[in-house]
Structure formats: C-alpha cells, structure tokens
C-alpha cells in the first residue's frame, strides 16, 4: 500500500502504538521503500520518558531518530488514563516537527472520555471505550472523508 501511495489510517492503542511506531521506524529504513501513513494512537504511552527511550532508534541522533513514514500524527489520550501518563506527544516528539519528517503531531487529550466499565469498575485504558469515543470516531471519518 505504500508503495502505491495508498491512503492508510494506521491506528495503535496503547503498546499496539509503541509497535507501530518501531515498525514504522524500521520500514523507514528499508530500501526502495516510499509512502507515508497516517498515524493515530489511542492510550499510548509512548510519551513516558521509560518508553520513549526503548523506542527503536532512539538513542541515534537527528533524523535516523525517528521514522519518516508518517505524515500526520493525531494521538487521543483519555482523562484519567495512567498508561498514557505524558499524554502530549507533540511535545516529546516534536523534533520530527522540526527535522519536516512529519507534517503535524496532534493531541487531543483534554475532555476526552472513556467511559469503558465491567462489573469491576471503570477502565479509562480499555480499547473499546476508545473506539466508541465520538471523538475518535469523528477523527476517523474525517480521515475517511478526505481520503
């Protein structure tokens, strides 16, 4: 799909995103290689210092830091979610802002709710509870719309 320049909207929830992201760093790697994605992450605790630093590539420097395969970033983290404790990805990851590797980091972590729950109380992390999160749903239309 890269290589035809298809429109992809790759979604991670939460270490799905961490996996992704090193995948997508290793495809940026690759010879012959071509194409961005769309990037939209859910929960992710990619912002934390102990993940971040455990991120392929990451103790490199400049560029070779991060994947140029993404085009537009958009991360949701909920209120109250403690998996996604730095919820701004924006700002742990803005150099890939600077160096053009990506067009825009977006967060949307301020009133978003994930109302998920089970006989066992509330789970602000469960994926579910994202996806059925207007606001991530609204994201995905719009993405669905323009592409």
Request: negative net charge; hydrophobic residues 40%.
């Amino acid at each position: 799909m890269l290589e035809r320049q298809d429109a992809v909207l790759l979604i991670g929830h939460s270490l799905g995103a961490v996996i992704a992201y090193d995948a997508l760093w290793e495809l940026s790697r690759q010879e012959g290689v071509t194409g961005k994605v769309d990037f939209l992450t859910l929960g992710s605790p990619m912002g934390m210092h102990y993940v971040k630093r455990r991120l392929l590539g990451m103790n490199g420097g400049g560029k070779e830091s991060y994947p140029d395969r993404i085009r537009h970033w958009i991360n949701l983290a909920a209120e109250g979610d403690v998996t996604a404790l730095n919820r701004n990805l924006n700002e742990s990851f803005h150099p890939m802002l600077e160096l053009g590797l990506v067009e825009s980091i977006e967060d949307h972590c301020h009133g978003i709710y994930n109302f998920f729950s089970t006989d066992e109380g509330l789970n602000c992390h469960r994926s579910y509870g994202y996806l059925v999160n207007p606001a991530v749903g609204s994201i995905i239309a719009d993405w669905w719309k323009h592409h």
